[in-house]
C-alpha cells in the first residue's frame, strides 16, 4: 500500500492493477492467527456471494453485498447453495475453536469462505474481509479495481467479550443518524458495545413517560447553550436496532446520583431542598446530586430504570456512579444498595464507573475504571479487591484511552486533565496486566470514551477518536502475543485512506507512516 | 527551502551547508518591489548590529538581536556608528517614497542595511529580514546555520494603513500572556492592529472602575460555564504596550447596545424591566440590548467610553453595533446619534461594524463590513452609500476572513454559518474590487476577525488562524499586482517550518505544498 522512510512519503494509495494484494496480516484489529499462502482470489463481475440456508448468513451476505456493490460496480447477487464467489456459513464449533464471535477466512482462486458458528463471527469476517480488499473499496462510486484477496487462512476470536466506546450525548446532543455513522465506523473494528451516556448535569437525552419533563425541559440545552435535544423512544428504538444490526449491543447510562443537574432542574421534587436549580451549560463537574434521603428520588430510579430496561434488549445497565462530590460516601453507599437491586429487577446487570467499588457492587455487576497511572494507591486498591471477589472489570483509564484527550499541545480540541495521549501512548498497555493483583478472568473488556464538553459536531468526534479508537479496539480484540507498536502503526496507517475513502475525519498523527494522500 | 510535485513532498526543511539562501521574494506578504542580485551577506559569530544615533533604530536593534541570538548562538551586540554587519538607519524621505510604514532591505556581501523613515518601517523590514533566514533562526536553542540572506534589494510599503486582527475574548477568555503571544505571530506578518472584542453577551473583559461589577461579574463565567476573566487596567496597559512594542495599535470594542448581557446582568438599571438577567454562557447572538430610552444607558455609556479611552493611545474606539435584534432600528438610530459624540468627546474616532451604516456615521468613522456575497442588496447599499459619503471601511467579509469558520467540513473545530472558508478562498479576493461601487479611497484596509464560541485555548486559536491569518496581512499590505495564488502557496509552505519552529499550531491545509516536517 505505501512505502515510508525518514521524512519521504511516495504516493500509492491507488495500486496499479497488478499491485500485490493487501497482506492477510494488514488488519486492525490484529487477527489471533494467520496463514499467508497461496494465490489469491479475484472478484469480478461474476462474483457471487453464496450463504447456506441460513437467514443469519443471508443477511450478513447483503449486508455485504451493499458494502462492495457502490464501488465494485458488481450485480453480487446473494445467493444460497454452493459454489464459487465468496462463501458465507454457519457452522458448527464442535471444540469450540471460534468462541461466540470468531470466524474464520480462507482465500484461494476459486473463492473466499467466512465460516464462523454465529452470525456475529460472521459479521465480524465481513470486517476482516473489508480489509483485505483495497480502500477504493469503501468508495461510494464505481473504482477501477481489481479486486483480490490474498491467499491463505484467517483464524480469528476476541481477547474479551467486552469491547466498548462510549458517546457522551449528554454535553452536546447528537442525532440518531450522526450515532449511526458511528457505529457504522465502530463495527468496522470489531467493537461490539456502544455505551451511550444519556444523561448528565447538561442535559437528559432520552423520553421518559412518567417523568416528562426530564426530556422536555432537562434536554432543552447543552454545554454552551445550544438547543440540545434528545431521542424519543422511538428513535432510541431505532439506534438499538441499527447497532444489533452490526452486532453491537447498547448499553445505556443513567448517571447517578451525581451528573443529574438536568433531572433535578426538571423537577424540583428531586432536590432536597425542593427547589429547581436552573439548566447547566458549563463543564464543571461534581456540584449536583439526587437526594439520596427522599423516597421520591426511589419512585424516580424505579421509573426511570424500569422505561430504559424495557428500550434495552442487552445484557447491561450503568447507572455511573462517578464524582458524586456533592454526596457523602455514606448516602453514596446507601444509593447505591437501593438502586442496584432496582436495575436486576427490570432484569438487567449493573456496570457503573469504578467509583461504585466504594460501595458493594452487586453480583455480576461490571465497575469501569476510568483512573490514571497517578490514581492513588487506595482507590486502585478497592477496584482490585472488588475485582479479587468477582466483580468483572472494564479498563477505560483516562491518561490511556479517553478519546477526548488532546493527542498533544497542538490539538485544537479536546481537554488535557488526564495529560495529553497520543496515539502510541493510548495503543501502548496491556489490559491483562494493567492493575496487578486483578485476576485476568476480572478484565472483562476494554472501552474507549468519548466525553463532549469541547466536541459539538462529527467533524469534531471523528477527528478525536480516530485513530486512537482502532487501537482500543485491538486492545480488546488481539491477543496478547500480537501486541507490537511497529507493527501496529504499520497496519494503522493502511487505514488512513479507507477512512478518507468513508470520509471519517481522522487526526493524521505524526506518529503514524500514513501515505501520502 | 523545498521542491514539491503533485503528491511528492522531499524535505529540506534543514537547508544544508551551502544551500542556496532563501529567495528575496519568498516572503510573506509578498514585497511591493524585490530586485535580487549579487553575493549574500552572512552572519557570522563576529557581526555586529549597527545602528544610528536615534532611539528607534537602537531599539529596532535590541529586538532584532533578541530574535536573532537564541537560535544562532552570537552575540550581535547593537552598537552605533558605520561599518559592516546588519545596519538600521532612519532615513529622510523626502519623495515619500516609502511612507509611514514602508523600508527599504539591501543585503550584500558587506552586509544588510534596512533604512525607513519611521520606527514602524525598521520593524517591518526587520520582519522581511527574519523571513530571508532559514526557518530554524527562529528556534529557541542554537543551530546550525548557515545564516545567509541573499543578495539584492527589497523596495516596501503597505497598501492599506489598517490591517487588523480581531480576537474575541469575550466568548473564551484569554490571559495577558496568550495575547501577548498572538501579538508576536501577527507582527511576523506587519500587521498593526490588533482588535480586542473586550464585552459581549458572554463577559466584560476590562475593569471599570465606576462600574465595578461589569468586570467583578460580568466577567466571571464564558462560553461553556468556565471561569472567564477580565483585565485589570494595568493588564490592559501591559497589552498597550506590548503591542505598541510590535507596532500594533489595540482597537478596544465595547459592543453596544446589543451583545450586552454581561452588563445588563451586572447591573438590573441599565435594563429596561429594572431587573438584572441571569449571566449566559451559550453562543446565541441577538437577544440583549442597553435599554435605549433610559438615562442612565447613557451615563454608564459616557463612563465606560471615558475610562477605555483613557487607556487608548490609538486612535480607535470600536462601539460595535452588530445583530441588535432586540433594539428597533429607530432606536438604534437614536443611541448612536447619541453615543458617537462621546466617543469623539474623549478624543477617539468611532469604528463600528457596519450595520452602523443603518444609522449615521459620525465625520471620520469607519465600518467594518462582515458580510457575505449572498449578503442582500440593500444591505451592501447601504454601506456603499456611507463610503461614498466619506465613511472609511474595512473588510471584514465573514465567508472570506472571519477566522473562525471551518476550513472545510473535516475541521474538528470552528463554525460554519458562513460556509467554510478554506486558505484559497480566504486569500483570493481583491479588497479593492470587493464591494462595487466603494470609491477606492473609502478601503481602509483589511481585518482578520477570531470569534471564540468554540475556541478554548491557544492550539485552537492558531489552528483556525494559521494559516489564513497570513493571507488576510497580505491583502492588506501587497499591492493588487503581486496577487497570485500559485505564488502565494509556495511563499505560504515556507512559513510552515517557521511556525513550526517558533511553536504555532497551525492547520496543514491540503491545498499549501507544505514541505514534510
Redesign the interface.
Known amino acids: 500500500m505505501f512505502v515510508a522512510s525518514a521524512?519521504?512519503?511516495?504516493?500509492g494509495s491507488a495500486p496499479a492493477a497488478g499491485a500485490a494484494p493487501v497482506p492477510l496480516d494488514r488488519v486492525v484489529p490484529a487477527p489471533a492467527s494467520v496463514r499467508p499462502g497461496g494465490a489469491p482470489y479475484r472478484i469480478t463481475s461474476g462474483t457471487r456471494i453464496r450463504v447456506d440456508g441460513t437467514p443469519e448468513a443471508r443477511r450478513t451476505g447483503e449486508y455485504l453485498a451493499a458494502v462492495l456493490r457502490p464501488s465494485t460496480g458488481y450485480a453480487l447477487p446473494v445467493t444460497p447453495g454452493a459454489g464459487s464467489g465468496i462463501r458465507l456459513a454457519l457452522v458448527r464449533d464442535a471444540e469450540g475453536e471460534l468462541g461466540a464471535e470468531g470466524y474464520r477466512l480462507r482465500s484461494d482462486p476459486r473463492g473466499v469462505t467466512i465460516s464462523a458458528s454465529t452470525s456475529a463471527g460472521l459479521f465480524h469476517g465481513v470486517q476482516t474481509l473489508r480489509q483485505l480488499l483495497p480502500a477504493a473499496v469503501e468508495r461510494g462510486t464505481v473504482q477501477p479495481g481489481p479486486w483480490r484477496v490474498a491467499g491463505g487462512t484467517v483464524t480469528d476470536r476476541p481477547r474479551y467479550a467486552y469491547r466498548g466506546a462510549m458517546l457522551d450525548v449528554a454535553r452536546h446532543f447528537f442525532t440518531v443518524d450522526q450515532v449511526e455513522r458511528y457505529i457504522d465506523q465502530l463495527a468496522l473494528y470489531k467493537i461490539n458495545v456502544l455505551h451511550l451516556h444519556l444523561t448528565d448535569d447538561q442535559g437528559w437525552r432520552i423520553a421518559i413517560d412518567s417523568w416528562p419533563r426530564l426530556a422536555a425541559h432537562g434536554g432543552s440545552?447543552q454545554?454552551?447553550?445550544?438547543p440540545g435535544g434528545h431521542y424519543t423512544k422511538d428513535d432510541y428504538q431505532e439506534i438499538v436496532r441499527y447497532a444489533a444490526s452490526r452486532h453491537l449491543e447498547v448499553v445505556p447510562e443513567l448517571d447517578m446520583p451525581g451528573h443529574t443537574d438536568a433531572a433535578l432542574a426538571s423537577y424540583a421534587e428531586l432536590n432536597c431542598d425542593g427547589a429547581a436549580p436552573?439548566l447547566?451549560?458549563?463543564?464543571?463537574v461534581g456540584f449536583s446530586s439526587l437526594c439520596v434521603s427522599k423516597d421520591v428520588t426511589y419512585d424516580f430510579v424505579d421509573d426511570v430504570v424500569r422505561e430504559v430496561a424495557a428500550l434495552t434488549p442487552g445484557r447491561y445497565l450503568h447507572i455511573g456512579g462517578d464524582e458524586a462530590h456533592s454526596t457523602s460516601h455514606e448516602d453514596y453507599v446507601k444509593f447505591m444498595d437501593r438502586v442496584q437491586p432496582v436495575v436486576a429487577e427490570y432484569g438487567k446487570t449493573v456496570i457503573g464507573w469504578h467509583q461504585l467499588a466504594a460501595a458493594t457492587p452487586a453480583g455480576g455487576a461490571l465497575v469501569q475504571y476510568w483512573g490514571l497511572d497517578s490514581t492513588g494507591a487506595a482507590e486502585k486498591a478497592q477496584v482490585v479487591r472488588a475485582a479479587q471477589n468477582g466483580t468483572g472489570l472494564i479498563l477505560s483509564p483516562a491518561d490511556r484511552i479517553y478519546l477526548d484527550m488532546?493527542y498533544d499541545?497542538?490539538?485544537?480540541?479536546g481537554l488535557s486533565w488526564a495529560g495529553y495521549v497520543d496515539v502510541r501512548r493510548s495503543y501502548d498497555w496491556d489490559p491483562g496486566g494493567y492493575l496487578p493483583g486483578v485476576p485476568a478472568s476480572a478484565v472483562r473488556g476494554v472501552e474507549g470514551p468519548l466525553w463532549t464538553?469541547?466536541?459539538?459536531d462529527p467533524?469534531?468526534l471523528?477527528?478525536?477518536a480516530f485513530p486512537r479508537l482502532a487501537g482500543a479496539a485491538e486492545l480488546g480484540w488481539s491477543p496478547a502475543a500480537t501486541h507490537d507498536w511497529q507493527s501496529y502503526r504499520v497496519r494503522l496507517a493502511a487505514q488512513g485512506p479507507r477512512w478518507d475513502a468513508l470520509g471519517v475525519?481522522y487526526h493524521r498523527s505524526?506518529q503514524v507512516p500514513w501515505p501520502?494522500?
Chains 1, 2 share one sequence.
Do not use: H, I, M, Q
Open positions: 521524512g519521504v512519503f511516495t504516493t440545552t454545554v454552551g447553550g445550544g436552573p447547566y451549560t458549563g463543564t464543571d488532546k499541545r497542538s490539538t485544537p480540541l464538553e469541547t466536541v459539538a467533524a469534531g471523528e477527528y478525536l475525519r505524526p501520502a494522500r
